[in-house]
């Protein structure tokens, strides 16, 4: 058998096709997708239950000096935007399926990439220290003492 | 036929494979749709989630009516009715005098003496009075229903009934004069003219679901309690009235922010509480101060007893779930942190944000009460709030086993003949004792509202229960009774 000989049904294939790649960009569209590639904080307010972390760190002492990516998506090209990838489906599953831990609480793995960003930046006066950077199970976590200064008290 | 079905002659796939993918595709389609109107929900949920369907006033007791405007507040309000324990507490109404048949002894010749639940969960609280041998078996006056009923519209028709003038500038004078009119009814006749435990209408302003404060108690009692010159870092509203000058009254509802008004909402019932002269007039102690020992100088001053006890004779005052008060003592209040903050917190329900309108024990929720601020683990949270209780039970149990040993010995020199001067500085002691043990006791938190201020009071309670067994022995002449354990 063919598909030559079922022209219509070939044509359906692909007119269905076209409409799950149609339905699928929409959505993608009307939920601002394309704020995943976004640097703007503006961008990861998309999400309201990011508000308090927003106005948090617009009055935080590292306002003038980094945005949300600086901190929390590696530096680099290709992890950065894995990373973006990889947070960016677990956002949406969590907020389709309302299954995720309230309060949110930062993943270890994400804790890991934050604490190298501090360390990338502060390298010189922590240069004495055995930070480990990176390391989810070596790390020393420079939050755990210093919590404010991304985005406020306690949130 | 010419299409040979020999696989070389065989160009495409089987027909089953063409049709499998376009049904595959369908439910792509489908599920695409599915998870785009997910997005729409919650988009429209951000734009408006309060949808003014039916009219509320002042007059609209009904909860179930308010909650065709506050359908998720409503759907949490009705979860009071759940019945679950904690290590030392809950909203299940186990009777404390079997569980710990000393305070059959404590509260002798007293009500409470008869019969000690614990209480349940805010929907049975008017059932849950009307139902105690408390009230059954003993003569109870309206001023009761203050707290343990929908009392704010009773209050407010029995004031215009009255003669008060009606109209909203003569709201509070309405309610005070009903409350006057209604504490002094008999409680069996008071207790027809309500229906429903604690509403919508007893905490929230109906035009605007503006938090609002309208027991008479609390409105009196926080009045006398600016006017002194009792220290309230935890409610600065007080300390601005009086550093402007303390023009007029204190006006809570008015003055107070809104932070302090999740707490003061509460207030109008958490609180020990007194019945003030023959109109039996719901009075909080408060004015030296919220301390234990602030309220019994009131009390002292005022010369007030609860009761007499049956086995020894000493005047001695009951205390009533003062929660307000000892928060008031503990570093969360000083920290800003409201009643409504644990015991309300916010949860979010879909792309909307409410108060959890289910009040019960914060350890039932220990995620969304405490981990807004204290972010580590659950387990830890609960062990370390479970630590604060399980010391304060002990000392609990010291004292009160402390205090028996206090009526022990009184009882036994009353038997030796022992008269009442000789005996007069023990059943001072006890009163000091019993008040400061049931004033931690009685308190709902055990201890946690203020870990370190609850350990202090039963120390003190501790201490005067034995003093007051070394008074006897020197008043009496008598040996000292054996150590209770």
Known sequence: MTLRKHPLLLLAIVALFGVVAGLCTYTFT?????????????????????????????????????????????????????????????????????????????????????????????????????????????????????????????? | MNSSSRFSDQRGFAVWIYVVT????????????VFYQNIVDRKAEAKQDVFRVVEVSDQTIDPAIWGKNYPRQYDSYKRTVDTERTNHGGSEAFQHLDKDPVWRRIFAGYAFGVDYREERGHAYMLLDQKETER????????????????????????????????????????????????????????????????????????????????????????????????????????????????????????????????????????????????????TYPWDKGLKVEQIEAYYNEVGHNDWKHKETGAGVLKAQHPEFEMWSQGIHARSGVSCADCHMPYVREGAIKVSNHHVRSPLLNVAQACQTCHRVSEKEITARALLVQDRNAALLTRAEQALLGLIDAVVAAQKAGATDAQLKAARDFQRQAQWRLDFVAAENSMGFHAPQEAARILAEAIDYARQGELAVARDTKAPVLAATP
């Open chain 2, 135 to 282: 009230v059954t078996k003993f003569k109870q006056p309206g001023a009761c229903l203050q707290c343990h009923a929908s009392t704010l519209n009773l209050y407010i028709n029995e004031g215009l009934k009255a003669g008060v003038p009606p109209g909203k500038s003569n709201w509070e004078a309405q309610i005070q004069k009903g409350f006057e009119v209604v504490c002094k009814m008999p409680y069996v006749e008071a207790a027809k003219l309500v229906e429903h435990p604690v509403s919508c209408i007893d905490c929230h302003d109906a035009e605007n679901m503006n938090l609002r404060v309208n027991r008479p108690g609390f409105l009196n009692g926080i009045r006398a309690l600016a006017k002194s010159d009792y220290p309230t870092p935890h409610l600065p509203s007080i300390e601005r009235w009086r550093k402007d000058g303390r023009k007029g009254q204190y006006e809570p509802n008015t003055d107070a922010t809104r932070q302090e008004l999740r707490s003061m909402v509460c207030a109008q019932c958490h609180v020990e509480y007194y019945f003030k002269g023959e109109g039996k007039l719901v």
């Open chain 2, 22 to 33: 376009l049904i595959a595709l369908g439910v792509a389609a489908y599920v695409a749709l």
């Open chain 1, 30 to 155: 009307y939920a601002q997708g394309f704020s995943y590639f976004s640097n703007d904080p503006q961008a990861c307010m998309n999400c309201h239950i990011m508000r308090e972390q927003f106005d948090g760190w617009q009055k935080s002492p590292h306002h003038a000096v980094a945005s949300c990516n600086d901190c929390h998506t590696p530096h680099s090209f290709i992890p950065k935007y894995l990373s973006k990838a990889e947070n960016g489906f677990w956002h949406s599953k969590g907020f389709t399926l309302q299954d995720f831990h309230e309060p949110i609480m930062i993943r270890q793995k994400n804790v890991a990439v934050l604490q190298q960003n501090c360390v990338a930046c502060h390298e010189q006066i922590v240069d004495g220290i055995n930070t480990h950077p990176g390391d989810p199970k070596k790390m020393l976590d420079c939050l755990h003492c210093h919590r404010e200064v991304g985005h406020g008290p306690i949130r």
